[in-house]
């Protein structure tokens, strides 16, 4: 079930816990009485980032309030669920793995799944085996028999691929796993239920893979699998269309969520005692309200800032393109935006830029730096990275790793360059050997490891509100995070701190976390 907290049954039940019987007009209900779901089980798992966690959340809200109960492993599920990331190959490849784990018996020794290799050698594979051209369509039963076996019969489970991968590979995953019965992109998780009755009706194989809509914001409810902090998306999709990556494939084009339906189911989790909302979107900071109101994003920061009872307001991810002064100004203005401001690079070189995409150079990225480094109030900054991109020549490699000494950022999430279907990046020349990435980002990370440690030893001897959200084996030992996102450790003999807002005194300092000692709740 992903990195659920203990919070109690009832907020598996859908009874009289805030986030589970939230609907669009607020209050309470309890689980709707669908025939054939009372009693079932399912097991999900999530792969990816956190739009992938809430899209679980919403996953699971839709099945809970339907009677469905959701269970720790796949073995005592009657449904199966993996909710699935496809930005990097090894992401995808995961998943697959997983599925070659619940192949049936009677399929172990055919040739039909295979978790080696990449998207576009597999797809060859099939069409070589199949005898056909690309694109032929072909009956798909023909060449798996023993298909009506294997889905939805005798009582057997149901294998369904969601997300990413899901809206990737379309109908192919039942080709590479002809034991999955469905695949259902982002956009219709609140089609859930209907596709599942299909299933328990008789059909083999169903679908739901449309992109462009905007019933990706609303389903009916969501379990929040965190009772202090709340995930909502603002933004779905992207439209800017950077050469290495497919989300604008799987999760089709920008779409915003209108900002009264955003700022009421704010207000509602506030009244519910959730005190810190983090707004999310592929590129968060482009949101264009399409009501009247015409709400810019660093407008919509301001409104759900004031919002009573909300202590915490996050966001993630930014794109530079749209990030401004303004964003800057609602973070000074307003204490309980956190200081901390995702903005991913992807590359110090402008050269690489450009052949990423990324509609931005290197010198205005660093203008955008400029712009935070100047605040009233310190702001934490991390970002992401790629190394190893087709094209990419030591000289690019070597203005990436100056960049970090110039910003000397916070945190950095860096990654090889794994080509990606559909994407642009696939035909360019120059491709980078595995390994001559590997010592790149090796270097890198080394690098940014130093910047880090340094870092936080400056931070030594200062007091931070930290907000405990996990409690330690060891006795008496918690951690959270402060508002500009550092994790904190940190002892206290206080008893049931989970949840509390307290203040934290940095005593030490590690490359990825900070040591303190409590000195008083906030």
């Known amino acids: 079930m992903g990195k659920s907290f203990d919070i109690g049954l009832e907020r598996l039940t859908g009874t009289g816990v805030p986030g589970i019987g939230e609907t669009q007009e607020g209050g309470l209900k309890p689980p709707i009485q669908v025939a054939g779901a009372i009693g079932q089980t399912f097991y999900l798992e999530t792969f990816g980032c956190q739009m992938n966690d809430h899209d679980s959340e919403k996953v699971a809200g839709v099945l809970l309030a339907r009677g469905y109960r959701q269970v720790d492993g796949p073995e005592a599920a009657k449904v199966i669920l993996y909710n699935t990331c496809s930005i990097r190959e090894k992401a995808a490849q995961k998943v697959f793995s997983r599925l070659g784990e619940l192949r049936p018996a009677d399929e172990r020794h055919g040739k039909s799944f295979n978790t080696e290799g990449t998207e576009e050698e597999h797809r060859g594979h099939r069409e070589e085996k199949r005898g056909a051209q690309p694109g032929m369509a072909v009956p798909r039963e023909a ?238 900054i991390t970002t992401d990275m790629i190394v190893g991109f087709p094209g990419e020549t030591e000289k690019d490699f070597e203005e990436t790793l100056t960049l970090l000494d110039e910003v000397q950022y916070d945190s950095v999430f860096a990654f090889k360059y794994s080509p990606r279907p559909n994407t642009p990046s696939l035909k360019m020349a120059d491709a980078i050997p595995e390994e001559e990435k590997g010592r790149r980002l090796a270097i890198l990370m080394d690098r940014q490891r130093e910047i880090q440690r340094v870092q936080n030893e400056k931070l030594v001897g200062e007091t931070f509100e930290v907000l405990v959200d996990g409690k330690s084996r060891r006795e008496n030992q918690w951690s959270g995070h402060t508002s500009s996102n550092r994790v904190m450790n940190f002892a206290s003999p206080v008893q049931e701190l989970l949840g509390d807002y307290v203040q934290v005194k940095v005593v030490s300092a590690m490359p990825n976390s900070l040591v303190g000692e409590m000195i008083g709740r906030a």
């Open 143 to 380: 060449n798996h028999p023993s298909l009506r076996k294997i889905v939805n019969a005798g009582g057997g489970k149901i294998i369904g691929v969601l997300g990413c991968v899901a809206q990737q590979e379309g109908e192919e995953i039942f080709e590479r796993a002809p034991w999955v019965s469905l695949v259902c992109g982002s956009a219709s998780y609140r089609k859930l239920p209907q596709l599942l009755a299909e299933l328990d009706a008789g059909n083999r194989r169903v679908t739901g893979l449309d992109t462009d809509t905007d019933e990706t914001f609303e389903t009916e409810i969501t379990r929040r699998d965190n009772p202090w902090r709340a995930y909502l998306t603002i933004i779905e999709g992207c439209d800017k269309a950077c050469s290495y990556c497919v989300v604008p494939f799987t999760r089709g084009p920008e779409r915003s969520r209108g900002s009264a339906s955003i700022l009421e189911e704010v207000r509602r989790l506030a009244e519910a005692g959730y005190s810190e909302v983090q707004l999310l979107g592929q590129t968060v900071n482009s949101y264009a309200d399409p009501s009247s109101r015409k709400m810019r994003f660093a407008e919509l920061l301001t409104e759900v800032a004031g919002v009573r009872g909300i202590r915490r307001v996050r966001f993630t991810t930014s794109h530079p393109r749209d990030f401004g002064k303004d964003i800057v100004e609602a973070i000074e203005a307003h204490p309980n935006i956190c200081d901390h401001v995702h903005l991913p690079v992807q590359s110090g070189s402008t050269a690489v830029l450009r052949a990423m995409a990324r509609t931005y150079s290197r010198e205005e990225y660093v203008e955008k730096i400029a712009l935070m480094k100047a605040a009233r109030r310190p702001i934490s």
